[in-house]
């Protein structure tokens, strides 16, 4: 994935109106609140974990993250009960993810 710095680059070709505009179009946007998941929509998720793990299937991993959602695919490698993190293998990146921020869990049928 490559990492440049998006919009930031653009903003010397464009007027400062422009800039400005786009600032306050981007601070209005509503914040998105985290979802109250279902204590059997959790037991669920727990499930499809562990399926993941023991045929070492590719998921779909939703989780919340700075007021919004996020997505991964990959592997799960590694579950850390301690400080309570998952963590997934995308292609060359590792992402960790807080469990108490997952929310939707997916197994991918190749």
Same mark, same amino acid.
Request: hydrophobic residues 45%; proline residues 5%; aromatic residues 6%.
């Given at each position: 994935? !490559?990492?440049?710095?998006?919009?930031?680059?653009?903003?010397? /070709?464009?007027?400062?109106?422009? !800039?400005?505009? /786009?600032?306050?179009?981007?601070?209005?946007?509503?914040?998105?609140?985290?979802?109250? /998941?279902?204590?059997?929509? !959790?037991?669920?998720?727990?499930?499809?974990?562990?399926?993941?793990?023991?045929?070492?299937?590719?998921?779909?991993?939703?989780?919340?993250?700075?007021?919004?959602?996020?997505?991964?695919?990959?592997?799960?490698?590694?579950?850390?009960?301690?400080?309570?993190?998952?963590?997934?293998?995308?292609?060359?990146?590792?992402?960790?993810?807080?469990?108490?921020?997952?929310?939707?869990?997916?197994?991918?049928?190749?």
């Amino acid at each position: 994935m !490559v990492h440049d710095r998006g919009k930031i680059k653009w903003a010397s /070709l464009m007027l400062p109106e422009h !800039v400005e505009m /786009l600032q306050d179009f981007f601070a209005d946007e509503p914040l998105k609140e985290k979802p109250i /998941l279902d204590e059997d929509y !959790v037991n669920e998720m727990e499930l499809t974990v562990q399926q993941a793990i023991h045929a070492q299937q590719k998921i779909t991993l939703n989780y919340y993250q700075n007021s919004s959602f996020k997505s991964a695919i990959g592997h799960i490698i590694k579950i850390d009960p301690i400080a309570r993190k998952l963590t997934i293998q995308e292609a060359a990146l590792q992402r960790k993810v807080p469990i108490e921020n997952i929310v939707a869990i997916e197994l991918l049928h190749e």
